[in-house]
């Protein structure tokens, strides 16, 4: 069973920024795919909520250094 969700994400701006929340994001167990749309600055999500919550992909992200709002 999966699901998806969309996080809108500020301070992203470049290459490297979609490259980190890909990479932080990607790493949580459960998670099976992480696309970054940096001019909207939305990471969509698709995961398996038995493995991974909402608040574990926003504490990678933020660890990062942006903002989920």
Do not use: F
């Not at 995961?47 to 250094?65: F, H, L, T, W």
């Amino acid at each position: 069973m999966t699901e998806e969700m969309q996080l809108h994400v500020e301070g992203m701006s470049c290459g490297h920024c979609v490259k980190a929340v890909e990479s932080s994001v990607g790493a949580i167990d459960g998670v099976e795919t992480v696309r970054v749309t940096l001019d909207q600055g939305l990471v969509e999500v698709t995961y398996n909520p038995r493995q991974a919550s909402v608040e574990d992909m926003k504490a990678a992200i933020e660890e990062e250094g942006y903002t989920v709002k």
